[in-house]
T-cell receptor, first 114, second 111 residues
Framework: DTAVSQTPKYLVTQMGNDKSIKCEQN?????MYWYKQDSKKFLKIMFS???????INETVPNRFSPKSPDKAHLNLHINSLELGDSAVYFCASSPWNRDNYGYTFGSGTRLTVV | DQQVKQNSPSLSVQEGRISILNCDYTNSMFDYFLWYKKYPAEGPTFLISISSIKDKNEDGRFTVFLNKSAKHLSLHIVPSQPGDSAVYFCAASDNFNKFYFGSGTKLNVKP
């Protein structure tokens, strides 16, 4: 069973569209994240939720809106997609206690805006 | 400005030898560090971590060394195996909910 699963794996869409990426974890973790891997391969945090509560909200355009219906799910909705949004987006989860095993990442969603 | 840097984008090592991957950071407030391994088309997987109260942590073939005065950490893999070929990311945190990642080093272990 996949621990952190993201769907879809690949997403090609036109500028101006609205799209969502879904993430689910079955690890019982309290905290979930969205990361964006930029063109230089740096992983930058976008959002973090703990038990459905937003705890980290980095400088991200308002067009990006996370939604956490329960602590096992963290979805990312993007409005009015722009070319610069093309990237790989990683979902991750972790226990609240950091002395555990660190993060578990999903396999990523490659978003291409044309 | 990147607070965590991996200055070697790639490294090639012969099977059975030691692989040393390096990572530098600029924020002296970082107190927790991790290494991740990433295969193509997969998400990064956790490998090993170290907190700033230690200068070494070992797990099987993997050892992480932390030099706080130099703001430097390294991952040693001994002996290296072809299955270790992957991209390795280091990450650092001063608030365990927010980690800063390096850009990765691609390790190639030749049989």
């Amino acid at each position: 069973d996949t621990a952190v699963s993201q769907t879809p794996k690949y997403l090609v869409t036109q500028m101006g569209n609205d799209k969502s990426i879904k993430c689910e974890q079955n690890l019982g973790h309290d905290t979930m994240y969205w990361y964006k891997q930029d063109s230089k391969k740096f992983l930058k945090i976008m959002f973090s939720y703990n038990n459905k509560e937003l705890i980290i909200n980095e400088t991200v355009p308002n067009r990006f809106s996370p939604k956490s219906p329960d602590k096992a799910h963290l979805n990312l909705h993007i409005n009015s997609l722009e070319l610069g949004d093309s990237a790989v987006y990683f979902c991750a989860s972790s226990p609240w206690n950091r002395d555990n095993y660190g993060y578990t990442f999903g396999s990523g969603t490659r978003l291409t805006v044309v | 400005d990147q607070q965590v840097k991996q200055n070697s984008p790639s490294l090639s090592v012969q099977e059975g030898r030691i692989s040393i991957l390096n990572c530098d950071y600029t924020n002296s407030m970082f107190d927790y560090f991790l290494w991740y391994k990433k295969y193509p088309a997969e998400g990064p997987t956790f490998l090993i971590s170290i907190s700033s109260i230690k200068d070494k942590n070992e797990d099987g073939r993997f050892t992480v060394f932390l030099n706080k005065s130099a703001k430097h950490l390294s991952l040693h893999i001994v002996p290296s195996q072809p299955g270790d070929s992957a991209v390795y990311f280091c990450a650092a945190s001063d608030n365990f909910n927010k980690f800063y990642f390096g850009s990765g080093t691609k390790l190639n272990v030749k049989p």
